[in-house]
């Protein structure tokens, strides 16, 4: 199989997942129709599914057009997403299989904060996972219907995947959160090398998605909340509390006002 980005809107990414065996797809968050249906000409695939992780319109803006061009086309989102996702035909839930083809086989993984219905698919071969605004490239989306306990436990979750797992979110905020990262925790190094790598990419005009576990782990401060350096941060900007659902709290706010 291959995993084709699709640039969308100003900093939006869907992706296409080919079976290269059956030349079936499956399109994860199309925001917008129109790229979206230009990649499908270019690759030359029949889609058979839309993979949604979130109810947002520039997650499921494109929906009905692409599911119109292809009749029968499943739509699938978390159940809880019932009514707030067009089209919507598969009402997902945590473990939850579903496949595309005979290559594109994703288990379903319930990670609400960013919303109450958030999920992510996990791909089993590539190891891959497509988790929408929930796990950013060293950042994570605002919680705008969870609880910061809700969100950080599914970010834990996310993070406990397999290090090599490549990550694939919704959103190109890769050098913003970098900068941010740098100032809660400046002696970290690997966050210096990974703002160096991710200009040089976006300089050329390359998307920094494709990223793995493993860097998050070494850069993402929202996982790394019982580091002492960015407990001192958090509680520096107004943090109250060193639990490490207290300092993920503090950090969220603190970026929300950055
Ligand atoms: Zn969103």
Redo the contacts with the bound molecule.
Sequence with gaps: MRIVTIPCRSDNYAYLLVCEETQEAAVVDPSEAGPVLAAIEAEGVRVTAIWNT?H?F??VGGNDAIAKKFSGCAIVAHESDKGRVPGQTVFAKDGDAVAVGKEVRATVIFNPG??LGAISFLLESPAAVFT??TLFAAGC?RTFEGTAEQMHSSLVRLTSLAPETQVYC?HEYTASNLVFAAVVEPSNKAVTERAAKTSALREQGQSTMGFTIADELATNVFVRCAEPEVVASAQREGGTGSSEVDVFGALRSWKDRF
Aim: glycine residues 30%; proline residues 0%; charged residues 20%.
């Design positions: 979130h947002h520039d997650h960013h919303t929408g605004d989306g919704g």
